[in-house]
């Protein structure tokens, strides 16, 4: 349900003098730049060089714009995390782990967005690591690697993400710094760590 906030009452419509992508993406680079909670109708209109009105012209509130927003940082960080997996698809399981540390270090207003704040109705986007089709991927590659049945390879990536996103959190506080190398490095050890755990205890 949408409600208008105070300063930014709807006016009548108006024809949109922006479109909705275009709205989307100053909402965005504000979200990407600062975080979720400087996305305002006056704050996207001052970005576009227009009043806040044009806003509700497109969108009803400002919730929906950003639930588009939300929308839009997943599949950002999901092109990321595809286009690595398509570049080394033999080792998607530490890719992912990789890549989702980086994004941390690089974009840490996204990250906290997707991973840390509290998120909204699921119906916005799914970003659990370890239900998406990135880990289905992993977790075929662990299969192959290590010769091992799919629930062993499910347990070993859940397991490896624990680390992964604990590692991405102090990464993008501040509190770690490691570079590709070390991040590729730990993750490989975390993965030959917990595969020898599960294949002792077989």
Not at 100 to 110: G, K, Q, Y
Not at 186 to 198: F, H, M, P, T, V
Request: charged share 25%.
């Amino acid at each position: 349900m949408c409600y208008a906030l105070k300063g930014e009452e709807k006016t009548m419509p108006l024809k949109p003098k922006y479109s909705r992508e275009e709205i989307i993406d100053a909402a965005f680079s504000l979200a990407r730049e600062k975080d979720m909670s400087a996305i305002s109708a006056r704050a996207v209109g001052k970005r576009l060089n227009v009043s806040s009105s044009p806003i509700f012209t497109v969108f009803e509130c400002m919730e929906q714009l950003r639930a588009e927003v939300w929308k839009r940082a997943v599949a950002f960080f999901d092109e990321r995390i595809q286009q690595a997996c398509a570049a080394h698809p033999e080792t998607s399981f530490i890719t992912i782990g990789a890549e989702t540390i980086r994004f941390a270090i690089n974009e840490p207003n996204l990250f906290r967005i997707l991973f840390v704040r509290q998120r909204p109705a699921p119906k916005h986007g799914n970003i659990i690591m370890t239900d998406s089709k990135a880990a289905a991927m992993a977790t075929q590659a662990i299969t192959n690697t290590y010769r091992i049945d799919g629930e062993s390879a499910k347990k070993i990536y859940d397991r490896v993400w624990i680390y992964t996103f604990g590692t991405a959190i102090m990464s993008m506080t501040g509190m770690l710094s490691l570079n590709d190398e070390q991040i590729y490095d730990n993750l490989s050890r975390q993965y030959e760590a917990n595969y020898l755990l599960i294949k002792k205890s077989s």
